[in-house]
């Protein structure tokens, strides 16, 4: 994998308009850092993806491979899910991350949104404007908390 020329266009689109490679792009990614590099064996294909509102927010490499990704749920009470953010370990230090939460947040700012940080992260979430809603929990063997940001107030 290569870095240079980094292209950084946030990409989003729903499941259904996602090829199967891109699909599988997004997915390593998320299994590459959360099941292997965190070491941490869990369920990551949770059914999630496969809802119609899901939406799948990432950038790419030049050469082809998702450096930054996260998953956008829309829970049934109309509140949104930030999940699964990440990036590739070789990408880290970039702001991708920091893009990608920004382009998140601008589609859901009229809307309640939640995510479940790892503890270590919950400053770069407040940094969007979520707070702390709960007590710090193990999930997986890793230290969470779940944080929340109130809709942003239409014109």
Partial sequence: MTLQPLATAVHRAYTADLDAEDFYRMLRLRVDVFVVEQECPYPELDGRDLEETTRHFWIDSADGYVLGYLRLLEDPDGTFRIGRVCTAKS???????????????????????????QVYAKDFYASFGFVVDGDEYLEDGIPHVDMRREPRRRA
């Fill in 91 to 117: 990408a880290r230090g970039l702001g991708l991350g920091r893009k990608l939460m920004r382009a998140a947040v601008a589609e859901v700012q009229h809307a309640p949104a939640v995510l479940a940080a």
